[in-house]
């Protein structure tokens, strides 16, 4: 694996070492590494007989086997690929097609329809499916590629509406899979039970990990994440010992108190990242399956997902934050005052990161890459750009890197300035609290929070009158049956901001 150089190493290496060997289970059935790569060079033949090279490939397909076969196969032919949301509204779509430009669009017959409407070129995945594999100009493609060449765009959502597409390269990616595979001994034996979608930043973990390491990677349909005990006997009957999910999933099956019923013997090890994960729910996790390995990943999709992490070694009270901790192998983390200076020990600035993982910038947008890709603020004396996050930390008295909240999150109240964060942390504290969400009405000047749970507004506020200052307490309370979730599983922020406006 040390001398791999595009992405496609690591399928051809597993498919060498266990070409009979199931890879990927989906609701369709499974598929063995021999079997993948075979389909995943047909699509690459298909691409490089209509002349797409080196350029954007756009993936309209749902979360399956198939939408992985079709971004190998963009790869093998020396392109690029970017996961559409197959469920995502047309006008969005046209948003990311209209800045990615892609040559060539995979989709399938139940899709086509929809894709047709885009006016592009499209190859449709059972067409590719007939051709015969171009061995040769497959392996022309790979001799004229670098690790430097870009593997794929994720579009991630933007400030101003616009959807921003973050570069990542082969080199990202490698980066990435040799620290997290030492990091947590992921193996041929790791069974990997993918939660979050393909156009997610976290998927980019278990997705390379399993052709790294010719684990296997079996895909949750979405629809049991509504049914936390049907979940954990999903996780019994394949077997899954590994799984990296949004804190929101984690959640949910903590709430329904579910694991006190059912065990899962099987999983070993329990990743989580992109949102803050309550401590609370993560005891109850802890206290069920108490022998597997819990860490903390932390990172935006510019950093190719992850550039710190916290395996918990100690006990947590649920009033703690969790840490994300220290930073990866191969990545540093500098936590920078607003006067651009080094913070001290628990002083709080703002998170960059410099290191082999970070991305090159926003495709076809050099003015927002200019606002975050920026030369490193400790020295001046050669170039060097580090990713600038956004992020509030700081690092307390055992070394470990403490989220705060966005930079964003951050409010000036009643002349205080407040981390919205922290008043979230302090809700989820409470006992018959399951989520909570903290915005910020700027035109009325109120804090406002939405959670869900057992407790009562007026219990809920004097709790909170014994854990916060004044001035931190929520002005407006409201209790919901469900919290909503964006596309990717993460609270719905916007939509909450959304109704306050609304409201008014």
């Known amino acids: 694996m040390n001398t791999c150089k595009v992405i496609t190493d690591f399928l051809d290496e597993a498919a060498h070492k266990f070409p009979e060997k199931i890879g990927f289970v989906d609701e369709k059935g499974d598929t063995t590494y021999r079997e993948f790569k075979f389909k995943a060079q047909q699509i690459a033949s298909a691409l490089m007989d209509i002349g797409v090279y080196k350029a954007p490939v756009a993936i309209y397909l749902s979360k399956s086997t198939n939408a992985l076969t079709a971004a190998f196969g963009a790869m093998y032919a020396g392109n690029f690929y970017t996961f559409l949301d197959s469920e995502m509204p047309i006008a969005r779509i046209k948003k990311i097609t209209d800045i990615l430009q892609p040559q060539c669009i995979i989709t399938d017959e139940e899709h086509g329809e929809l894709i047709d409407s885009l006016k592009l070129p499209t190859l449709k995945i059972e067409d590719a499916y007939g051709f015969g594999i171009d061995s040769n100009g497959i392996e022309r493609c790979r001799e004229k590629s ?48 993918s939660q979050t979608p393909f156009y997610f930043s976290m998927s980019v973990l278990d997705i390379f990990q399993t052709f790294y390491c010719a684990a296997k990677l079996v895909i949750i349909p979405k629809k049991l994440f509504s049914f936390p005990i049907e979940l954990l006997e999903f996780i019994n009957k394949h077997e899954i010992n590994t799984i990296y999910w949004v804190p929101s999933a984690l959640c949910q099956v903590a709430n329904m108190h579910v694991l006190e019923k059912i065990d899962v013997p099987t999983l070993h090890t329990i990743l989580f990242a992109g949102e803050v994960m309550p401590t609370k729910q993560l005891n109850i996790w802890r206290k069920y399956v108490p022998n597997a390995l819990y860490a903390d990943l932390f990172g935006p999709t510019e950093v190719t997902d992850i550039c710190t992490y916290y395996v918990l070694d100690r006990p947590l009270s649920n009033d703690e934050s969790v840490p994300i901790g220290f930073s990866c192998d191969n990545m540093d983390v500098m936590v920078i005052t607003e006067d651009g200076n080094l913070a001290e020990k628990n002083q709080i600035g703002e998170l960059y990161v410099r290191g082999s993982s970070i991305a090159y910038g926003y495709y076809n947008n050099p003015e927002k890459t200019a606002e975050s890709f920026v030369q490193n603020p400790i020295h001046d004396a050669y170039p060097e750009i580090v990713y600038k996050t956004g992020d509030l930390v700081y690092v307390n008295d055992h070394d470990e890197i403490i989220y705060v909240s966005r930079k964003d999150f951050q409010i000036k109240h009643m002349g205080y300035r407040i981390e919205l964060g922290e008043i979230e942390t302090a809700v989820s504290s409470l006992e018959g609290i399951d989520r909570n969400c903290c915005v910020y009405d700027f035109e009325k000047a109120m804090i406002v929070l939405f959670y869900t749970g057992a407790l ?21 309370v409201n209790q919901l049956e469900e919290m909503p979730l964006n596309l990717n599983g993460k609270i719905d922020r916007n939509l909450l901001t959304t109704q306050v406006q609304e409201r008014r």
């Open 146 to 193: 670098i690790d430097a060449d870009v593997a794929y765009v994720l579009f991630t959502s933007g400030s101003t509406g616009t959807p921003k597409g973050v570069v990542i390269s082969h080199l990202n990616v490698i980066t990435y899979m040799k620290w997290s595979k030492e990091a947590f001994r992921f193996s041929e034996k790791t069974i990997f039970g």
């Open 456 to 476: 009562d507004k007026s219990a809920l506020r004097k709790k909170l009158k014994l854990l916060l200052p004044k001035y931190m307490l929520p002005n407006l």
